[in-house]
């Protein structure tokens, strides 16, 4: 085996996707170590035979290697149930293409990922949504979904101006695009909004469109027929499931374009058709999106149909960060304290100072769910008393040494003690001014002291 070749076999060992290679006559010649791990075959017990020997369940249409060899035309993404010749059910995502050299055919080459588990576990979902959400007995009653509006802890101005448009906006049935950075709570907000509105009591239906591959997010979304492609069953979508209700789609932006194109058109004509059938099924389903980017920034980046984001961005709903919502901050955190209290049974009464002070300064850029995760990391490593420095998350620690303020200790000519340690303290003071905005309730959160306190100080210290 010369250089190039035994290279490229070197590489097509160390894919983690299946490569599986035919002649002309359908037998195979190649049979990468991840093909054999995704079908549970030895490559010995396939190469060297025909598609149709080692896998019985197809026929010459339905394997897209012997397609592809008749039509000459590559078949991409295409979605495959089969049974291996170990009796085992697999599915797969393939991408198949001709191998032709100077006008003559020598083969096909397909590329395939198993996805075997994941459109299992799907399908699983999908089936368990949907008798969950089965129409009740007349008289009973259904909580669809786990947070309200009383569940968004927060004061500051920014946030309750975006809670009052919610709730609003919660009032009728129009599309609802809600983004904000990875913790802010883009999910609770929309679950308030279904709890909130006309269809409360209906089905509130998630779906994460970054979470599955293009061809298994359509036949989940919009539902299969048998025969649609091989291996296929009757089976509803998550519209369907959501019918009367909500369906939450997630990381919209994340969608294959061909799909949100698809989705367009249901939004448009409020019908849906399950992948392979004849037959129009009307919908009666809400449709709120999010994103974790500025929608109209996905927009130009080519991550969003500009058609689809205007038809989805009839109420757009930014949620602030937690960095720009330093009020909050506090808040928050005592709520975090009394609800992991509660549930490990601890006695943890606050932060420290210097705690305090770096839950003020430090930027969460995990945002809420980062703020939650280091309160009841802290309350799982003490019992009572306060939540010291040590007590965080080594990532915020990291940032309090980088981000420690320097502060001039020098004793200047003409100065004793107490005038060295006024003007330290006149520089730590302004430092937090700056940082705060001048806001002298956040200033003194950053130095641990009461406002109070810092009042008097500046007073004291002809500081305005």
Known sequence: MDF???????????????????????????????????????????????????????????????????????????QQSFTNYKGNRITTINSSWPIVVDGKLLGAVEVSRDITEVRQLSERLVDLQARIFERPKKGSQRQMTRYTFDNLIGQDKSFLEVMQRAQQAAASNSSVLVWGETGTGKELLVQSIHHASPRSSGPFVAQNCAALPETLLESILFGTVKGSFTGAENRQGLFEVAEGGTLFLDEINAMPPNLQVKLLRVLQERYIRRIGDSRVRPVDVRIITAMNTDPWQAVQAGQLREDLYFRINVVQLEIPPLRKRPADIALLTQYFLDKYNRQLGKQVKGLSAETEQLFQTYPWPGNVRELEHAIEGALNIIDDGLIELENLPAHILRYQRQHAPAVAATLQPGQNLRETLATIEMQLIEQALEQSGHNISHAAALLGIPRQTLQYRLRALHMR
């Open 4 to 78: 190039p070749e035994y290279t490229l076999e070197a590489l097509l060992r160390l894919v983690d996707v299946g490569v599986h290679v035919v002649d002309a006559n359908g037998i195979t010649r190649y049979f990468n170590h991840a093909a054999a791990k995704i079908e549970g075959l030895d490559p010995d017990q396939v190469i060297g035979r025909h598609v149709l020997d080692v896998y019985p369940s197809l026929d010459g249409q339905s394997s897209t290697l012997l397609r592809v060899a008749s039509t000459l035309k590559p078949v991409l993404n295409h």
